[in-house]
């Protein structure tokens, strides 16, 4: 048991918002298990405690992802829970074997002539003097071009103004909503997005196709055909976790190039090793901060007791900097030993459903901006518009000049 009681840490606070690390730091050395703010709930930071709580369902069990939601409203009034990645074992297998198919190296390889020629075309708007949004002029087509691909959502293509606007608002979920206003806006984005896969999904009924969603519109679990809610679920869940978690992959890797001429150059030199880049800027800065659990019993890690029922949150981010799984963890170094052990596709059953895409993704893009550039110019730190919550680190806009 800890001796004494830990100060309460705010990981929303200003000073951690706009660099979380030296407090993450400072968890993994007095308080790798304790409570903070907002909350109050669980952070555990060591790398061990958070590969044991992903890796350890029957404690810690991903039902928590459903308290994302509004927690105040009654229960009959929240949306269903959300499938796979809320769920335990048996049923989270039974929903994610629908899906990993098209996730696998086999179904994304044949992306790779697309994933270069939308890049090769997008990176053209950046020829000029004037800087150009990296976020709504690169990543967000770019990203979802891949997705509509593979979802296939390619006939139908979505506002552009409405999908980023719902994407801000699931980006910005965090526990127990209590903003009436945010709760109102969330809603009706999502019953707008509803509406849209809907289409879709009739759509397919109608004229099927090889794709992800005539797969879930065919698709039976214990013999029984899947709900529209439970297909908008698993859509909803496809398309926002692999846009919003890559495009701020892509914002940290320019923001990062942009201050290392050296690795620029580096890595023109030796594109062969931008898969290495990839990894350690994955350790190094990744967008998925943290995830949530629930102890379903009474449980001991690092000497602290976590009472049964509740909300545990392991801090992806701060295992990827702790000294005794990494030496010099803030030293950013393509050359690391066993680079690619980190955590930020999580662990465990829950393992990121698109890692192999999000890798490929940003392997190619990078290829294809710095065969095409050698200079990446941006913003100071202290003017980069971020989005910062308890789960996500990312940019939502990011002024570039590349040349
Ligand atoms: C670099 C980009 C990405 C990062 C950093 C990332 C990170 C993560 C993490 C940490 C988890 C585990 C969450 C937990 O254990 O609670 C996860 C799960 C998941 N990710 Fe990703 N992700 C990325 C890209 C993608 C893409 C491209 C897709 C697919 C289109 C995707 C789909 C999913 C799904 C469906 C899950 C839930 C898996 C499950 O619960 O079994 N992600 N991701």
Same mark, same amino acid.
């Given at each position: 048991?800890?001796?004494?009681?830990?100060? !309460?840490?705010?990981?929303?606070?200003?000073?951690?918002?706009?660099?979380?690390?030296?407090?993450?730091?400072?968890?993994?050395?007095?308080?790798?298990?304790?409570?903070?703010?907002? $909350?109050?709930?669980?952070?555990?930071?060591?790398?061990?405690?958070?590969?044991?709580?992903?890796?350890?369902?029957?404690?810690?069990?991903?039902?928590?992802?459903?308290?994302?939601?509004?927690?105040?409203?009654?229960?009959? /009034?929240?949306?269903?829970?959300? #499938?796979? @990645?809320?769920?335990?074992?048996?049923?989270?297998?039974?929903?994610?074997?629908?899906?990993?198919?098209?996730?696998?190296?086999?179904?994304?390889?044949?992306?790779?002539?697309?994933? !270069?020629?939308?890049? !090769?075309?997008?990176?053209?708007?950046?020829?000029?003097?004037?800087?150009?949004?990296?976020?709504?002029?690169?990543?967000?087509?770019?990203?979802?071009?891949?997705?509509? =691909?593979?979802?296939?959502? /390619?006939?139908?293509?979505?506002?552009?103004?409405?999908?980023? /606007?719902?994407?801000?608002?699931?980006? =910005?979920?965090?526990?127990?909503?209590?903003?009436?206003?945010?709760?109102?806006?969330?809603?009706?984005?999502?019953?707008?997005?509803?509406?849209?896969?809907?289409?879709?999904?009739?759509? %397919? =009924?109608? %004229?099927?196709?090889?794709?992800?969603?005539?797969?879930?519109?065919?698709?039976?679990?214990?013999?029984?055909?899947?709900?529209?809610?439970?297909?908008? @679920?698993?859509?909803?869940?496809?398309? @926002?976790?692999?846009?919003?978690?890559?495009?701020?992959?892509?914002?940290?890797?320019?923001? #990062?190039?942009?201050?290392?001429?050296?690795?620029?150059?580096?890595?023109?030199?030796?594109?062969?090793?931008?898969?290495?880049?990839?990894? /350690?800027?994955?350790?190094?800065?990744?967008?998925?901060?943290?995830?949530?659990?629930?102890?379903?019993?009474?449980?001991?890690?690092?000497?602290?007791?976590?009472?049964?029922?509740?909300?545990?949150?392991?801090?992806?981010?701060?295992?990827? !900097?702790?000294? @005794?799984?990494?030496?010099?963890?803030?030293?950013?170094?393509?050359?690391?030993?066993?680079?690619?052990?980190?955590?930020?596709?999580?662990?465990?059953?829950?393992?990121?459903?698109?890692?192999?895409?999000?890798? #490929?993704?940003? =392997?190619?893009?990078?290829?294809?901006?710095?065969?095409?550039?050698?200079?990446?110019?941006?913003?100071?730190?202290?003017?980069?518009?971020?989005?910062?919550?308890?789960?996500?680190? $990312?940019?939502?806009?990011?002024?570039?000049?590349?040349?």
């Amino acid at each position: 048991m800890a001796e004494f009681e830990p100060p !309460r840490i705010d990981l929303l606070s200003k000073d951690v918002v706009a660099d979380p690390y030296p407090t993450y730091a400072w968890l993994l050395d007095k308080h790798p298990v304790c409570e903070i703010e907002p $909350g109050p709930v669980w952070a555990v930071c060591r790398f061990d405690d958070v590969q044991f709580v992903l890796d350890t369902p029957e404690i810690f069990s991903a039902s928590a992802a459903d308290a994302l939601y509004n927690t105040e409203a009654p229960r009959d /009034e929240r949306p269903p829970p959300r #499938l796979i @990645s809320a769920q335990d074992p048996p049923d989270h297998g039974k929903y994610q074997g629908l899906v990993n198919k098209a996730f696998l190296d086999k179904a994304t390889k044949p992306l790779i002539p697309l994933m !270069r020629d939308t890049a !090769r075309s997008l990176l053209r708007q950046f020829e000029g003097p004037t800087p150009v949004d990296f976020v709504r002029h690169f990543t967000y087509p770019f990203v979802g071009a891949i997705i509509n =691909r593979i979802v296939g959502l /390619e006939d139908h293509p979505q506002d552009p103004g409405e999908l980023r /606007e719902w994407l801000l608002l699931e980006e =910005r979920v965090s526990l127990s909503q209590d903003d009436e206003a945010f709760n109102q806006a969330f809603d009706a984005a999502v019953a707008r997005q509803n509406r849209y896969f809907l289409n879709v999904m009739n759509e %397919r =009924r109608q %004229r099927p196709r090889d794709d992800l969603v005539t797969l879930l519109v065919e698709a039976e679990v214990d013999g029984s055909k899947l709900s529209d809610d439970d297909i908008f @679920s698993l859509l909803r869940l496809l398309v @926002s976790a692999g846009f919003v978690t890559t495009v701020h992959m892509f914002s940290h890797a320019v923001v #990062l190039l942009s201050k290392r001429a050296d690795l620029v150059a580096e890595l023109k030199d030796a594109p062969d090793s931008i898969p290495a880049f990839v990894e /350690e800027l994955l350790r190094f800065a990744p967008s998925v901060l943290a995830t949530v659990r629930t102890t379903t019993q009474a449980v001991e890690l690092a000497g602290v007791e976590i009472p049964a029922g509740e909300t545990v949150v392991p801090l992806i981010a701060a295992a990827n !900097r702790d000294p @005794s799984a990494f030496s010099n963890p803030h030293r950013f170094d393509i050359t690391r030993p066993r680079n690619g052990r980190h955590l930020s596709f999580g662990y465990g059953i829950h393992t990121c459903l698109g890692a192999a895409l999000a890798r #490929l993704e940003l =392997r190619i893009a990078l290829e294809a901006l710095l065969g095409s550039y050698m200079h990446i110019v941006c913003p100071p730190d202290g003017q980069i518009a971020r989005i910062h919550t308890l789960f996500l680190r $990312g940019i939502t806009e990011l002024p570039v000049r590349l040349y």
